[in-house]
């Protein structure tokens, strides 16, 4: 399973963001499907899980009210929009799929917040 996260860039606090999660076939469609991310000196953290057809759950305090995710099962894409982006969430972001006890990852895309 070969995942291509996409969108990340340089964008000033206040701004927002989508970011895009896809890959090929029938498993990213049916899938577990989570965004992490990794801010510099962090560890990385987990901030949304979706779980077959139902809401997306976004895990962390600060990220509440500001990030949203949804899935486009036709053209096989999993989104992360971020609104009210904050210095903070400068990090590289990545998405993975849950499949087969297994956890395949995407290569990330780096977001940067300016103040």
């Known amino acids: 399973v070969q995942l291509q996260a996409s969108g990340g860039g340089l964008v000033q606090a206040g701004g927002s963001l989508r970011l895009s999660c896809t890959a090929s076939?029938?498993?990213?469609?049916?899938?577990?499907k989570r965004w992490y991310r990794q801010r510099p000196g962090k560890e990385r953290e987990l901030v949304v899980h979706?779980?077959?057809?139902?809401?997306?759950?976004i895990y962390g305090d600060d990220t509440q009210g500001r990030f949203a995710a949804s899935r486009d099962n036709v053209k096989n894409v999993f989104y992360l929009q971020i609104n009210n982006l904050r210095p903070e969430d400068t990090a590289v972001y990545y998405c993975?799929?849950?499949?087969?006890?297994?956890?395949?990852w995407g290569q990330g895309t780096l977001v940067t917040v300016s103040s």
């Open positions: 993975t799929i849950l499949w087969a006890g297994q956890e395949y």
């Open positions: 076939g029938r498993i990213f469609r049916v899938s577990d």
């Open positions: 979706a779980t077959g057809g139902t809401t997306p759950v």
